[in-house]
């Protein structure tokens, strides 16, 4: 699947290249790792301290849960030959039920992490790509491909790393490295 995606996206770029050709247009091709200058900015680090710290949150609260639960079971284990079968009924719906309310727990857990994540994470690549969009803008790019995403088939020398510019254009420090 993987090759077969590549070879699609070559075909498109040849397409792209041989309309502009035809038609007698430039084709300025740019390319960019977003998730380097993601990463340059101070925003995502911040961004992502905080999502760090939710997910800790979230992970001690089920780590509690378990906890809870497991010495649930262990004290049913070393009971349950003394236990009536009224009562050993009565503790093994307890520990379903404590199973059931960690499991749900825990999809809620995940929906809310997604939605942490993307309040956190949108601002900061909505920027960067206002940032790229201005600068593929300005500087007349027809494409622009993000490296980091693992699309490129192929990366020409006449192809431009604009990473330079669009921290420029951010403001980041040219001393300011992402690898």
């Given at each position: 699947?993987?090759?077969?995606?590549?070879?699609?996206?070559?075909?498109?770029?040849?397409?792209?290249?041989?309309?502009?050709?035809?038609?007698?247009?430039?084709?300025?091709?740019?390319?960019?790792?977003?998730?380097?200058?993601?990463?340059?900015?101070?925003?995502?680090d911040?961004?992502?301290?905080?999502?760090?710290?939710?997910?800790?949150?979230?992970?001690?609260?089920?780590?509690?849960?378990?906890?809870?639960?497991?010495?649930?079971?262990?004290?049913?284990?070393?009971?349950?030959?003394?236990?009536?079968?009224?009562?050993?009924?009565?503790?093994?719906?307890?520990?379903?039920?404590l199973?059931?309310?960690m499991?749900?727990?825990?999809?809620?857990?995940?929906?809310?992490?997604?939605?942490?994540?993307?309040?956190?994470?949108?601002?900061?690549?909505?920027?960067?790509?206002?940032?790229?969009?201005?600068?593929a803008?300005?500087?007349?790019?027809?494409?622009?491909?993000?490296?980091?995403?693992?699309?490129?088939?192929?990366?020409?020398?006449?192809?431009?790393?604009?990473?330079?510019?669009?921290?420029?254009?951010?403001?980041?420090?040219?001393?300011?490295?992402?690898?």
């Amino acid at each position: 699947m993987n090759m077969i995606k590549r070879i699609s996206v070559l075909l498109v770029i040849a397409g792209i290249a041989f309309s502009s050709f035809a038609q007698g247009n430039e084709t300025k091709l740019g390319h960019i790792n977003v998730q380097n200058l993601l990463e340059m900015m101070p925003e995502y680090d911040s961004a992502k301290k905080e999502f760090q710290k939710e997910q800790r949150s979230i992970q001690k609260q089920i780590e509690q849960m378990q906890v809870e639960l497991n010495k649930k079971f262990q004290e049913y284990q070393q009971q349950q030959d003394s236990l009536t079968p009224l009562l050993r009924q009565s503790k093994e719906e307890e520990i379903r039920s404590l199973q059931q309310r960690m499991q749900s727990f825990q999809r809620r857990a995940q929906q809310q992490i997604q939605k942490t994540r993307q309040k956190l994470f949108e601002p900061v690549t909505q920027k960067a790509q206002n940032a790229i969009d201005r600068v593929a803008e300005r500087e007349g790019f027809t494409y622009v491909f993000d490296t980091s995403a693992g699309a490129v088939v192929y990366q020409g020398n006449n192809s431009i790393d604009i990473l330079p510019l669009v921290k420029k254009e951010l403001g980041l420090s040219a001393d300011t490295e992402g690898e």
